[in-house]
């Protein structure tokens, strides 16, 4: 029976490019599944409200207890929950912007220091083409690592990385997608709801990794290390493609046993 799968789960604030990073890690590592924190989202209805306004970014508006059950399930699997029906994969998010040359060089890279006739590109592609896709399992979530997060969820991520973006970044961002597709129909951002809402609440979950509190000051590197949460470098202004690079290094250096 093959290992159970790498966990490696991805987590930001919205519109720091966790679902893009997502996909393209995909194309690096076939076969990959990605398990979305936003398709477990309760009804707009049962949202609470926060500055007046419905607040989609804090652990109330997840189902954590059917989350943190998928998490389980495909930790123990290699495989998304049946019946799974995703919206995230729906629409582009930015994964055309890569060409194949781009995704070829990251294979390269993770395939690096395997060896020619030992490890023949990876412990992690080895064990994905045995077990049909057990080798690396993404979890992609706006909040994995958060203070609210519950007991025991944390835990079951084996790669823990957290992207960050600047407030004026994130603001930029939400205008240009417009809005977002709900179970229920469309999310338009009302006025103050990225400032009020959005980053008040990564701020409240994520200060405490960071000096101060001060999500866009240094990372605290002692608390980061203690609850095993690796930040992207780069303070937020690293694009996609390098971020790409720098988790596709972390995972060659759990492979080899550094990580």
Known sequence: MPPRPLILALSGC???????????LRRVYPTTPILHQDDFYRPESQLPLRAGM????????????AFTAAVKHVRETGRLPP???SKEEDGDMGEGEFGAEVVERLRGLSNEGGGGGGDGGGLLEEA??????????????FLLFGASVPAGLRELFD?????????EVLVRRRRERGGYVTSEGFWRDPEGY???????????EH?????????????DEGVAGRVGVRVVPGGGEWGIERCAE???????????GGG
């Open 159 to 167: 790669v823990r990385v957290l992207l960050r973006v600047g407030l």
């Open 194 to 204: 990225v400032e009020e809402v959005v980053w008040a609440g990564f701020v409240e």
């Open 246 to 256: 720098w988790v596709v290094g972390l995972l060659r250096e759990v492979r080899e």
């Open 54 to 65: 419905r607040d989609w970014d804090c652990a109330a508006a997840i189902d954590m207890d």
């Open 14 to 24: 919205s519109s720091s490019g966790k679902t893009t990073l997502s996909r393209l």
């Open 83 to 85: 019946g799974l029906v």
């Open 128 to 141: 994905a083409a045995a077990g049909g896709g057990r080798g690396l399992v993404i979890v992609d979530g």
């Open 207 to 219: 200060g405490f990794l960071f000096e101060a509190g001060e999500v866009e000051a240094r990372v």
